[in-house]
């Protein structure tokens, strides 16, 4: 059941552009290819982001050579950076304060890239047995998010993720063990889908029997995913461009983003997690 402080903390992991400072369309660099029209580097503006901070090309930017921008998420961050980490002064006023609100913005992202994954785990049911230790580490993952823009520019992303990841895969393990015993039988994945970060590039996966399976950092580019069972496989990290998803059922999948789907391609018939919504470039 999710209560008041999931659904608070869930509106705190959402991104709301109107309160930020465009970070994500300056802090971030990108490079001319299939996902972006051209080049840009990190800490320079976008060309096309206005002056109050909103894209000019917002509704069609998949049209005009921008699908990266539509699968991207900060998760929150760039609110918080710009409301809390910097008390809601722009960079373009505040000058000063531009290239410190930049290198904050990145390590923002992944602590809430990881808060958002442990909110997730805490509404799990599965997950009931380690809450408490959830709970803990989303109440010290969120104290990080609130220090000195120079602690945060400086802190250590990589052991932050490793103990996070400890209890991740502790929730990954309770969900699937549920999922296994109720089919009464293992998922049909293999080790090369068990291994983390699956070469899957391309593979024929239709009508597959994934339920409960782990797919964690799995390349599924291009993979051919229409009507597979995905129910309760752990899809944390999963590369979905351009994977077919159509009539797929993604149903108790966990750990799975929005910009996960919006990298991929589905239709009326692919079944979504209920926090998660239906790509608007997905076919009717």
């Known amino acids: 059941m999710i209560d008041k ?18 970070l994500c369309c300056t802090a971030l660099p990108f490079a001319a290819s299939a996902d972006f029209a051209a080049d840009k580097d990190a800490g320079q503006p976008c060309r096309h982001l206005r002056d109050d901070y909103r894209c000019a090309i917002h509704e069609g930017l998949r049209d005009k050579g921008y699908r990266g921008c539509t699968v991207y998420d ?24 531009a290239s410190r609100m930049f290198a904050v913005f990145p390590v923002m992202r992944q602590l809430h890239e990881l ?8 509404e799990l049911e599965a997950a009931q047995p380690i809450r408490e230790e959830l709970a803990l ?36 393990e309770l969900v699937r063990r ?34 409960g399976a782990s797919l964690r950092g799995a390349y599924l580019i291009a993979a051919d995913l229409r009507q ?17 998803l159509r009539g797929a ?10 910009s996960q789907l919006n990298a991929a391609h589905g239709d009326a018939r692919t079944k979504l997690p ?8 997905w076919t009717a």
């Open 137 to 172: 580490a989303y109440e010290e993952t969120s104290r990080l998010t609130e220090l000195a823009p120079e602690a945060i520019a400086a802190m250590d992303i990589p052991a932050c993720r490793a103990q996070v990841n400890e209890l991740l895969l502790k929730t990954s």
């Open 74 to 97: 900060c998760f929150g961050a760039g609110q918080k950076v710009s409301q809390l980490t910097f008390g809601g002064r722009d960079w373009r006023k505040h000058p000063e304060s």
């Open 249 to 258: 059922d993604l149903t108790g999948a966990i750990f799975v983003t929005q």
């Open 228 to 244: 597979a069972d995905l129910r309760a496989a752990d899809l944390i990290g999963a590369d979905f461009r351009d994977a077919d």
């Open 5 to 22: 402080h999931d659904t608070d903390r869930r509106a705190e992991l959402t991104s709301d552009c109107s309160s930020c400072f465009g």
């Open 115 to 122: 808060l958002w994954y442990l909110n997730e785990a805490l």
């Open 274 to 281: 209920a926090r998660l919504e239906r790509p608007s470039h």
């Open 178 to 211: 549920e999922m296994r015993a109720i089919s009464a039988r293992p998922a049909r994945s293999g080790r090369k889908i068990a291994e983390r970060g699956a070469d899957l590039i391309g593979a024929k996966l239709r009508g597959a029997d994934l339920r």
